[in-house]
């Protein structure tokens, strides 16, 4: 083929290929192969010496014009490439300013966390502080040191997840009473407050879950008595609920405190006059509560024939249960959004 010929199909295969070049390796492959230093329109360029003299001219001529040509053409692909990433990059980043705006979803409190909060308000706001222990419990924290060995009937009444022979997830708040003396012993007064999730195996229906919180608290000091007991429960039941509150002890037993009782307040849903939330009896049961036991004052490192103390442990999630009437524990720990986002 006449290198005339073949300069033009070079010049068109070049200007074909810019056109479809689609990014800049693209258009650099192009470059290379026909105007590098190997490239085609070069070779032929660099190859006119060799030409019989009459055709170097119109070579050269065409040549460079070809070589011109491609190298415009280069030019123009990479501003036809800028301007369409520009174009793009403004497809992009476009704001739809007429779109709806979307709707932040806001976190909050649990109902547990809500009530014990509330709790611990009160309490810290009456002098107490807060005293907390591990939920992963020692047999003597969470039972024998409370005065309940091993053959003790109360045992069967808190059926355990046992870890090892020893070692049992905490059944109760009370062991805390039982850690902060032995830390602070003989120093008084002791005034605290152990709030704390609980575990019992057997605990499984509308008003029982196998993991749920208490709140206890424990006084010690000299000459601390039962009326005292009484009056700060009331104090207590009235800061949380209301001034119309009553609250009524009934004679009971737990092993680290003597004497015991169970604490009831005045239902807050009928107000005493006996509905079925209270089962007809005017009173709900918020917790136990009872002068500690000597025993118990004696293994915190305190001298019984010297000092006297109260304790007392309530049910967070019974009180969750009153404030908003939710009718079974088990809503508490589904975690259904639509549940929790009520309260
Ligand atoms: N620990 C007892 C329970 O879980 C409640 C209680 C606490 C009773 C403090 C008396 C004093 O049932």
Redesign the pocket.
């Known amino acids: 083929m006449d290198v005339l010929d073949e300069l033009q199909d070079l010049r068109e295969d070049a200007l074909r290929e810019l056109e479809a070049a689609g990014d800049e390796d693209d258009i650099e492959r192009v470059r290379v192969r026909y105007l590098g230093r190997e490239g085609s329109v070069t070779l032929i360029l660099r190859g006119i010496g060799e030409l019989p003299t009459e055709q170097r001219a119109d070579v050269g001529r065409l040549g460079n014009r070809v070589k011109a040509e491609i190298e415009s053409a280069i030019e123009s692909a990479r501003s036809r490439l800028a301007a369409e990433s520009r174009r793009r990059k403004l497809r992009e980043d476009a704001v739809d300013v007429t779109s709806p705006g979307r709707r932040h979803f806001y976190g909050r409190r649990h109902p547990i966390t809500q009530a014990m909060d509330e709790v611990l308000g009160i309490l810290v706001g009456m002098g107490y502080a807060v005293a907390t222990g591990p939920e992963v419990e020692t047999d003597w924290y969470n039972f024998t040191g409370l005065n309940i060995p091993p053959d003790h009937p109360a045992r069967d009444m ?1 059926d355990s997840f046992y870890v090892t022979d020893n070692l049992v997830l905490r ?4 062991p805390v009473q039982l850690r902060h003396m032995e830390k602070v012993a003989p120093k008084l007064p002791v005034r605290i407050v152990g709030p704390g999730r ?1 575990f019992r195996r057997g605990d499984d229906d509308a008003s029982h879950s196998p993991v749920f919180h ?1 709140c ?1 608290a424990l006084l010690v000091d000299e000459g601390v008595t039962f009326g005292q007991l009484r009056g700060t429960l009331l104090d207590f039941a009235r800061r949380l609920l209301g001034e119309h509150v009553q609250v009524r002890f009934r004679p009971s037993y ?1 092993p ?2 003597e004497p ?1 009782a169970e604490v009831d307040i005045s239902c807050t849903v009928c107000g005493g006059t006996g509905c079925s939330t209270c089962s007809q009896t005017g009173f709900l049961e918020i ?4 002068m500690v036991h000597p025993l118990v004052l004696e293994n915190g490192g305190y001298d019984p024939e010297q000092v006297s103390g109260f ?3 309530m049910g967070v999630d019974r009180m969750a249960m009153l404030k908003w009437s939710i009718p079974d524990i088990r809503y508490l720990y589904q975690n259904d959004v639509r549940f929790l986002q009520q309260l």
């Open positions: 808190q059944t109760q708040t009370s609980v208490q206890e737990f680290f405190t015991s917790g136990g509560a009872g304790a007392f442990g």
